[in-house]
């Protein structure tokens, strides 16, 4: 389709000789990044499993407010049928199945803050179980569902677009445009996120500053019941590590939205940039995290 | 259930796999493609560190991606499109940094603008053969439009043409950018030949 050059013997030749001296040196990445590259895809790949099986927890839910007009009209109708038939024994009418209840403290929840304290509510029993991937330390039950009754709840959670990098051709374009934030910078960023998240184990851990830390950490592992304990703690929401990003921008570089929730409901400052100027909801649009997007809109972020 | 995984399936088969919730087979993909991407990016850029960064992000942007790929172009080139980009918007904000805070003006081409610190020093030093350190040395000397059209060819095995495209060039350029490279590669490792 594309033939080389007509200089195959040179094309062999220095191809074949790169290959041989590449062969020679077995350079790879550290481990940690090949480590954080498994994770991410692990944790992107439950996202999705999570996504998918959404519609089907829904259907209690949301789908049930589909069902439940000709399933309650059908139930009716039998029971009424039943009365007709059975009237002189069946005084009242008690063989009808309960129609399916509609959460009312999910609908209450529809409000943001509410949601994302709701979140926070369910996030205890979630956080106290062991080691989950971050992502799945999303609470399911609350704000999902609170989501459920709003127009777009049933849209898988990935399907938000992000047109700039499905194919090649957008994403050269993108590139192009040069408007998405600095890839270097959030990635340098993710990567020392990470150390913060080692570094308390070291580091002393007394004062504010330690607590601080150890909120860092805690945001960078997306550990809910950590994050709890250090705010009731009283360590600082808007402490910055060296490069200046909070325990906000941390949560968000690693992409735990329970986590930038849980911040944001406790009153994390959603505006503080980090050295390089770059915000939480930069960091969340240059990655595409649309729902840490939201959660940063709707508290604020500019 | 679909069936089982095979290692065996092709990439695209696996990233399909992978999109629909199948984790390990990223990891097959991963492991079938990380030394070629990380050639790529390493005897392009400046330093390891770097290299390292624009790794990660790759493939990162492959898992986040993976629901939208359509195998329209093999999965090889859609994942040394994702590099170039990559490596084109680090080559950008390096650019950014270094024109506001020393330059001033913006006069040199993307990519060599991402490779202003030594390439060779460092990258030859971190060679695990002298075989290595020859050939980062070798790679360094080109300059950075023919190592890129050089490398995207021969690490990604794009076409020609597909080189031509993602780098904006038109495909005679390209073709003569890649046979630059190889010519002086091998004139610079003559003694290996």
Known sequence: MNPMPPDHEET???????????????????????????????RRCAERSEGDARPASYSWQHTGRRWFRPTAFGALAAALLAVFLLGPRTPRLTGAPPAP?????????????????????????????PPPPPSMLRPPSAPREARASAPRALEPKREAPAPAQESPEPELARAKAGAQASVTNRVTAAATAAADSDAPAAAPRGGAAGAAAQLRGAAASGDLGMLRELHAGGADLNGQDAAGRTALMIATLHGHSAAVAALLAYGADPNIVDASGESPLDAALAADESEIISALKRHGAR | MGRMLDPADTDEVLLKRYARGDGPAFAILYRRHEARIWRYLLRNVASRAIAEELTQEVWFAVAREAERYQPTARFTTWLFTIAHNRMVDAARRVRRQVSLDELGHESAPVIEQLTLAPAAGPLAASAASEEGAALAQALAQLPAEQREAFLLHIEGELTVEEVARLTAASFETAKSRIRYARAKLRELLSEFA
């Open chain 1, 101 to 129: 209840e509609y959460d009312t403290r999910a609908a209450s929840a529809a409000g943001d803050d509410g949601a994302v304290m709701a979140e926070l509510g369910t996030g205890e029993k979630l956080a106290e179980s």
């Open chain 1, 12 to 42: 062999d030749e220095a191809d074949a000789l790169y290959r041989r001296l590449s062969a020679a040196d077995p350079s790879r990445p550290d481990r940690r990044v090949h480590q954080a590259i498994l994770e991410h895809a692990i």
